[in-house]
């Protein structure tokens, strides 16, 4: 998608200084800034200070860290050790575990001259596979907006969480996707964007790319879905996940669930778009899914400009308060209208996603 009209991706490889490129999200909306990961510290650290974020990326971030480990030092215990770091740098999101899982296993018993081409290749086919699943993603939810426009005759309201958008993935994003092919094809669309408190992914990057793609979109504050779906001025939610387990179950950024509860209350359809690398297969218990707890000043700092138009990082709250900062929620599969995916949408059930994927 663009940036000042100007084409981008989220990550790329630099073959002629060996480095992974990525856009600094920690700086947007008000900075543009493209910086290289040149280290595997570099790579654990762009994930876990969130200069990279969402679930696709995230993973492809790790794909490409592995890359970095080879170049680094060519050793497997190196490589070994690096993977467990990236599986660690951040807790909830499967992609991560899944994107390393699948690098290691292409990469067994490769031998030692062919290890940074194969590597290259695979974390690039990560990369395009994210792309193309993203694709069909927009394709297969298009039709739900598209239906909702045909009744309606109006601009359909679309409410989204977090940051779901290509800005979260390698481009066109989950969420945003079906979005993106609507208001590409004509189709009249307003998003509803959450803030998203503490780290507002919603306000500081949904909001800016949808502007970037010339989407009308108006930030609320996170407790507004309520009264907005109560009034009839949301025709559909659409959030991402980070996680969602064999049940159907959705973990997503820390107030997903309180949406989901409203969409139930307004009958509101509630929508989940996912790459198939963000199903946990494993996991059939909701309560199992780890929670990721972030560092309480997230919540008690705020940045922003200041008149200068400088960046500025403020504290809003009593020095003497206590903050506590969870990033995720698990939104229970009976509140999920369908999963959104590659394949086409299902019913978030084990019986929905083994129908589409077998
Ligand atoms: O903490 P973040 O910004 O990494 O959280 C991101 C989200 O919760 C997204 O909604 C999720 O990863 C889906 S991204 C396509």
């Given at each position: 998608m663009h940036i000042n009209g100007k084409a981008f991706r989220t990550i790329w490889f630099?073959?002629?200084?060996q480095t992974v490129k990525i856009?600094?999200?920690?700086?947007?909306p008000h900075k543009f800034e493209i910086i290289n990961l040149k280290t595997t510290k570099d790579a654990i650290n762009a994930i876990k200070t969130m200069k990279v974020r969402g679930a696709p990326l995230i993973g492809a971030t790790a794909a490409y860290g592995i890359v970095l480990a080879i170049i680094e030092k060519n050793n497997p215990e190196f490589i070994n050790k690096s993977s467990e770091d990236f599986i660690k740098?951040?807790?909830?999101?499967?992609n991560l575990k899944w994107a390393v899982n699948r690098m290691l296993k292409k990469l067994s018993g490769v031998n030692n001259k062919e290890v940074l081409k194969i590597a290259l290749e695979e974390a690039s086919s990560i990369c395009e596979e994210d792309v193309k699943f993203c694709e069909n993603i927009g394709l297969h939810g298009l039709k739900i907006i598209e239906e909702i426009y045909n009744k309606k005759k109006n601009t359909v309201n679309i409410l989204t969480h977090c940051n779901a958008g290509w800005l979260a993935t390698i481009?066109?994003?989950?969420?945003?996707s079906p979005i993106y092919h609507a208001h590409k094809k004509g189709i009249k669309v307003h998003v509803w964007v959450d803030e998203t408190r503490p780290r507002n992914q919603g306000a500081f990057l949904t909001s800016f790319e949808l502007n970037e793609e010339g989407v009308p979109n108006t930030i609320i504050a996170d407790n507004t879905g309520g009264i907005l779906m109560q009034r009839g001025e949301v025709d559909m939610c659409i959030v991402g996940t980070d996680r969602t387990i064999a049940t159907g179950d959705v973990a997503n950024k820390i107030g997903t669930y309180l949406k989901a509860l409203a969409a139930k209350d307004n009958n509101v359809p509630f929508y989940v778009a996912l790459p198939s690398s963000t199903i946990d297969w494993e996991t059939t218990d909701l309560k199992k899914i780890p929670i990721e707890e972030r560092d309480s000043k997230e919540l008690s700092y705020i940045e922003g400009l200041d008149e200068n138009n400088n960046v500025k990082k403020v504290l809003i709250y009593p020095k003497k308060s206590k903050t506590m900062n969870l990033a995720f929620d698990v939104t229970p599969a009976q509140y999920v209208t369908g999963l959104i995916t590659e394949k086409g949408v299902c019913e978030a059930s084990k019986e929905g996603l083994k129908k589409l994927f077998k």
């Open positions: 630099d073959k002629k200084d856009i600094d999200q920690t700086k947007l740098s951040r807790p909830t999101a499967i481009d066109w994003g989950t969420a945003t």
